[in-house]
């Protein structure tokens, strides 16, 4: 009976720990964080909010970004139609790391040119251009607000 009980209590430690960290899901995103780097995010997570991106924003505050939540991960182009500002795109995988980064300029015309990552991504972060000062490999973790 002693060791049943102190096997019970070595799950329930362990099982709370693992939950206590469990990320929440990345479409309720409020924070994220890649490397040393801390941005507050607006979600993209629909199929209409990851069409029109940051399309008609005037600008974009310092700290401030755009997370894309894939539906699967894939190579998924991004153009700039719309935008007002450049931005720096990073490309983030299932396993929540930088796989790739981009820096954007403004489209000029039409048709706007697709850029594509070198590898597969779930997720994408857009941020004012110049802000990135991460690298492939590096880290990537969000928090959501507190309810």
């Known amino acids: 009976m002693r060791a049943w009980k102190s096997c019970f209590g070595l799950l329930l430690l362990f099982s709370g720990s693992a939950l206590a960290r469990a990320p929440c899901p990345a479409e309720q995103a409020a924070t994220l964080r890649i490397g040393a780097q801390g941005f507050t995010v607006e979600v993209a997570a629909t199929p209409a909010s990851r069409e029109r991106g940051l399309s008609g924003h005037a600008r974009l505050s310092p700290n401030a970004g755009m997370w894309f939540v894939l539906p699967e991960a894939e190579q998924t182009g991004f153009w700039m139609r ?39 991504a779930a997720y994408v972060l857009e941020i004012r251009a110049g802000r990135f000062t991460g690298r492939v490999g590096d880290p990537v973790e969000w928090n959501c607000a507190a309810r």
């Open 82 to 120: 719309g935008m007002r500002f450049p931005i720096d795109l990073i490309w983030v995988s299932p396993e929540q790391r930088v796989v790739g980064a981009a820096t954007l300029p403004v489209c000029e015309n039409d048709p706007c040119p697709i850029t594509y990552p070198t590898a597969p």
